[in-house]
């Protein structure tokens, strides 16, 4: 499996924790989409300041596999690849890992659609992110 290009530092919130005292499942997928939404701007898919209707992607599907807890105030990171490519869809794979040791504490796997909202329709994924994702991950991504 090839390694992560990309990874994002995030901050572990007091508001992010459930009542036992770490991170609760659903912030995994927020995790998820942050670290998602810094990888397209570190690639130049889409502008900061540009309005996320203009992004041209849908979230399709969704899988999180938990590995470990997440305590407040523990350092993590979030991997990010691309690891396919199709017509209209790709899949992007994630890696949540303590920042200090390595120590992987939950991946995943999301699918993204190409989307107009103007026309609420699916489209293709466009050649030009085709050519910045395969520059990017230095490989060509499957399809």
Not at 64 to 88: D, E, W, Y
Request: hydrophobic share 35%; proline share 4%.
């Amino acid at each position: 499996m090839p390694e992560f290009r990309f990874y994002y530092p995030i901050e572990v919130r007091y508001g992010d924790l459930d009542p036992q005292g770490h991170v609760n499942n659903a912030k995994y997928l927020t995790y998820f989409e942050q670290a998602r939404v810094h990888y397209l701007l570190r690639l130049g898919m889409f502008d900061e300041g540009q309005s996320f209707t203009n992004i041209g992607i849908i979230l399709a599907d969704a899988h999180v596999t938990f590995l470990a807890s997440i305590r407040f105030g523990q350092p993590v990171r979030v991997g990010v690849r691309t690891s396919r490519l199709g017509n209209k869809s790709m899949t992007m794979e994630y890696c949540l890992e303590d920042a200090e040791n390595g120590q992987e504490l939950a991946t995943g796997s999301t699918v993204l659609v190409g989307y107009d909202y103007r026309t609420n329709e699916t489209i293709p994924i466009p050649e030009e992110w085709r050519e910045k994702i395969n520059r990017f991950e230095g490989l060509q991504v499957a399809g």
